[in-house]
């Protein structure tokens, strides 16, 4: 057996706390049967311009919003250089955010989530052309078409920092293993190293996860873009918490009588306000260890990445809920439980480097209380009124916010989707809204309504003015 049982560190309840309520671990694909690769090419080679009535010309002639989304990721992967992971490569980031999206809202807005994905491709498009005008090479030639060989080949070529081979052995893995034999290394490389401020993780999560909708048929140049998005950087670039966490990860183990706890979730809290990196991850051991359960744990670390958004809302502190939300994806489909584990400690040491990063700009305010100190308003207000009074300050609405989810989140959360699809501006914002969302559904009852009162400030509101996309949606 290549990986030990997954019970070997998680048991049988941690893995199913990793996973929460996430719909993404669906395996059949379901899109309508559309041929992808024609499609993916019409929207290459069709100018932005025209792009936009071309695609709801197919969507009325029976073309699938699903095939549309799955047809824009095709052609970012193709089209647009994944060296770095991030900029102009968001256009495939963002894919499964809108299919979370889209599948959550009613079906005649669904289709916008394809036409924004649809035109940020051609924005990102124009942006490689600029750059270089990049294109996915023709496949090498596969080595022996072995599993076993073929993974161990993409790990130590992935280790080497070694391009050719890991592209060799990426093309070889996608044509004789499954979905998950495939990502098996790919989840340990992704959380190596904070390159780009952690997209790699996002990435792969967003792959795999977007992979079972259009399906594994179309796995070979998702993995050889994919190696090729995690080997820019270079060994001691930026993998010091990796290092430093091989040994704990190796270790770590989860007590079968672990108890969830409050407490031990805002100790790990307000750890990680102070902590250092290698502090941080040390300390969300020695918690596992002395029996927190991982669902305590999991929302102190929820905690904390919305912290920095309550802090300094904007698209530079979105990574560090949706790098937390991705490495949690990562530890619920690894194998491995030195995988699962890292995934955990990663998340720890990379959210005090968010912190650290963040709160060197202007605007992070280290001086504000915490999200554990904002006080419910009295009262049961609606959404609506949440909203009202967010146009006047994301902090002051921040009790009526909390109030209001307390409640409830499903009118909350059916807002969110809503005015993200129709108002949005910019990708960051499909992916936190996708991100919020699943993390809420997963954490405690007391937890959620807090990492949602402290998104507010990011959040579209219902007085944004609607996305151009959606009027002319509107409009046809």
Request: hydrophobic share 45%; proline share 4%.
């Amino acid at each position: 057996m290549l990986y030990p049982s997954r019970r070997t560190f998680l048991g049988c309840v941690g893995a199913g706390v990793l996973a929460g309520p996430s719909h993404a671990a669906r395996s059949v694909p379901t899109t309508i049967g559309t041929d992808l690769d024609a499609l993916a090419e019409l929207v290459r080679s069709t100018p932005r311009a025209d792009l936009l009535a071309k695609a709801v010309e197919l969507h009325r002639g029976g073309t699938h919003w699903r095939d549309l989304l799955g047809a824009a990721f095709l052609a970012g992967i193709r089209d647009v250089e994944p060296h770095p992971v991030g900029f102009q490569f968001h256009c495939v980031l963002v894919t499964s955010s809108a299919f979370q999206l889209a599948e959550g809202s009613p079906e005649p807005d669904r289709l916008a989530a394809a036409l924004f994905n649809l035109d940020d491709f051609k924005l990102s498009q124009t942006a490689d052309e600029r750059d270089g005008d990049w294109t996915l090479p023709p496949a090498p030639a596969a080595g022996e078409l072995d599993v076993r060989k073929a993974m161990a080949a993409l790990t130590e070529a992935l280790t080497k920092w070694d391009r050719d081979a890991a592209d060799r052995a990426a093309t070889t893995l996608a044509r004789c293993g499954s979905l998950d034999d495939a990502f098996e290394p790919l989840w340990w490389f992704g959380m190596r190293d904070f390159t780009n401020i952690g997209h790699n993780p996002i990435f792969v999560a967003q792959a795999h996860r977007t992979l079972q909708q259009i399906g594994w048929r179309f796995g070979e140049d998702v993995m050889r873009s994919l190696v090729r998005g995690l080997l820019d950087g270079g060994a001691g670039a930026a993998d010091q918490s990796f290092v430093a966490n091989l040994e704990r990860s190796a270790s770590l183990r989860l007590p079968a009588d672990a108890k969830t706890s409050a407490k031990g979730c805002f100790e790990l809290l307000a750890g990680l306000r102070h902590a250092d990196a290698d502090r941080a991850a040390a300390g969300l051991a020695d918690l596992l260890r002395g029996g927190l359960a991982l669902e305590s744990a999991l929302d102190g670390m929820r905690l904390f990445a919305v912290e920095q958004m309550w802090r300094d809302p904007g698209i530079l502190a979105v990574h560090a809920l949706t790098s937390l939300n991705a490495l949690r994806y990562a530890a619920a489909h690894a194998r491995a439980p030195r995988t699962q584990a890292m995934a955990l400690l990663q998340t720890a040491s990379w959210l005090v480097a968010y912190r650290d990063f963040l709160s060197q700009r202007d605007g992070y305010d280290e001086e504000a209380p915490g999200i554990d100190a904002i006080e419910a308003a009295e009262g049961e207000p609606a959404a609506q009124a949440v909203y009202a009074a967010a146009t006047d300050g994301a902090k002051g609405a921040a009790g009526l916010a909390l109030a209001a989810a307390r409640k409830g989140t499903g009118e909350l959360e059916t807002a969110v989707r809503s005015t993200c699809l129709r108002k949005v501006r910019e990708h960051h914002e499909f992916k936190y809204a996708a991100a919020l969302l699943e993390e809420m559904g997963a954490a405690g009852a007391d937890i959620a309504p807090r990492l949602f009162a402290a998104s507010l400030g990011y959040l579209r509101k219902p007085s944004d003015a609607d996305h151009p996309l959606w009027k002319q949606m509107a409009a046809r």
